[in-house]
């Protein structure tokens, strides 16, 4: 015997004494039928509502429909190697996530594995996909702001941190664009950004995460995808598996924003998978719990009270309408779940109006309670104002000459119009759009030509820097708009016009 041989019999007896002995049991299970991504199957009786089951081949699924005689398990892998008679395990565990600080900066798929390449995710915990929303006492009043950076959400329709914005709007009308504008806008706060793919086009996802890269603060973000391509199951879980990630945040005390993108597709993924699994159809083929899942989703964003952390999660859902109509199954039950809705028009797109949001349909339920004071004071009448001047404007296409006064107001009110114009990626500063409103209400753009506005608003940081510096920092620092302060707004933006108006080519 070698030198080596009680060794290696001391730590063999170790081994078989650690060894547990005696009967197993194991929960197994058949496969009746495959295909379109579910499987029928048979034998698990013990199974439980959302419980992973393992396939022979490797694959993994979930039980969505418990039936006395067989189980509807929703494929979260390909379905290829998968046949009839394939033997399944049942594991005794729900769907459950990595969760932690381990997931920022990074791009997974809706179960926490790597799709951008960088290596294994060591996540902090596994929390389950569902979890229950916080109660009405656990939760306290939204009263912090969310700064988007976009003028027009800032200042008429104010976010508040644990508040639900619906996005809804028409094929292609800048609804991705807008949400991650709010993204790319945390990169100087203290938000988390989590934004979410479901069954969307990668070209669409790409060009999110290139702008979340190079605009925003892309080692505070995890990007969640699903993709059109991937299978209907990990389009279903998407939704709850970004909120889940989002909330390992907010219990600690720190706030986060989700996208999701969009709840459309979700809709139709979950009319997709129940009409395989032989539920009941109800209105458009949509399963009667259609409204519940999207409800209990939304219900999970909240801010918590001081008990609990004050931590906070703010969630701006999208959803897609067909020729603008608002009130399609889909978006009337997205619209009576939110605290409110921004509304995107497909005219106003196609004339250049961008963002192009319908100041008449869209509205914040929550949004005076948390507008920054500096920036409602500024504003004013800005909404009001904004309304009169799109009712004056249609009633004079009709001919005419409209009187002083109504010259004054459509002379104001395009000028408005224009400050609320803003390129896509590049949100401002809360002091630039308080100062862009007090050009507006004051009147100090009226004299501008139009075209120029545009020069204006790109021109405003740098000449608020370099000529009301004192003022910037006190609007950063306070939040207050005192007569000196905004003397000074107003003595920096006037020597801008000035320059812009004699830079302006002579006709």
Aim: glycine share 10%.
């Amino acid at each position: 015997m070698s030198p080596d041989g009680p060794d290696w019999l001391s730590a063999a007896r170790e081994t078989l004494d650690r060894a547990t002995l005696g009967p197993r049991v194991e929960h197994r299970g058949r496969v009746e039928e495959i295909g379109d991504g579910v499987a029928l199957i048979s034998g698990l009786s013990d199974v439980r509502l959302d419980e992973v089951l393992h396939f022979a081949g490797g694959q993994v699924g979930f039980a969505r429909v418990l039936d006395p005689d067989r189980i509807g398990c929703v494929m979260l892998d390909s379905t290829t190697d998968v046949e009839a008679g394939d033997v399944v395990f049942g594991t005794g565990e729900v769907v459950n996530v990595p969760v932690g600080e381990a997931l920022l900066g990074r791009v997974i798929d809706p179960l926490g594995r790597p799709l951008d390449g960088k290596g294994a995710i060591a996540p902090e915990a596994r929390w389950p996909i569902e979890r229950p929303a916080p109660s009405i006492i656990e939760r306290d009043l939204v009263t912090e702001p969310v700064q988007t950076g976009i003028v027009v959400v800032d200042t008429l329709f104010a976010l508040g941190r644990g508040q639900r914005e619906l996005i809804v709007g028409d094929h292609s009308t800048g609804k991705t664009t807008l949400a991650v504008d709010a993204l790319i806008a945390q990169r100087d706060s203290d938000m988390i950004c989590i934004y979410v793919a479901v069954g969307q086009k990668t070209s669409s996802v790409r060009r999110a995460i290139d702008a979340l890269q190079a605009q925003g603060n892309f080692e505070r973000c995890i990007v969640l995808v699903a993709g059109s391509a991937s299978a209907p199951g990990l389009q279903w879980i998407a939704p709850y598996a970004g909120m889940t990630m989002a909330e390992y945040f907010r219990d600690k005390g720190q706030h986060a924003i989700i996208v999701i993108d969009d709840l459309s597709k979700h809709a139709a993924t979950h009319r997709e998978i129940a009409l395989l699994t032989r539920q009941s159809p109800g209105r458009e083929a949509y399963p009667g719990d259609v409204f519940y899942i999207h409800a209990r989703l939304l219900e999970r964003a909240a801010k918590l009270s001081p008990e609990r952390g004050g931590g906070s999660l703010t969630a701006l859902p999208i959803a897609e309408t067909d020729q603008g109509n608002l009130s399609a199954y889909i978006p009337t039950n997205l619209i009576s779940i939110t605290d409110g809705q921004i509304v995107l028009d497909q005219t106003l797109f196609h004339q250049g109006q961008k963002p192009a949001v319908d100041v008449g349909l869209s509205v914040s339920r929550v949004g005076g309670k948390t507008q920054a004071p500096v920036l409602r004071a500024a504003a004013g009448t800005l909404r009001l104002d904004y309304a009169q001047f799109l009712e004056l404007e249609v009633f004079t296409r009709f001919g005419g000459m409209p009187d002083g006064r109504v010259r004054q107001q459509l002379t104001r009110g395009a000028r408005i119009r224009e400050a609320l114009r803003q390129p896509q990626h590049q949100p401002i500063r809360l002091v630039d759009e308080v100062a862009l409103m007090l050009a507006v209400q004051t009147g100090l753009l009226d004299d501008l030509d139009e075209p120029l506005v545009a020069g204006f608003r790109a021109g405003l940081p740098a000449a608020l820097d370099r000529d009301a510096a004192s003022a910037v920092d006190a609007i950063a620092g306070q939040g207050s708009l005192d007569d000196s302060t905004k003397a000074a707004l107003l003595g920096a933006m006037t020597r801008l016009i000035d320059k812009l108006s004699a830079d302006e080519p002579t006709p």
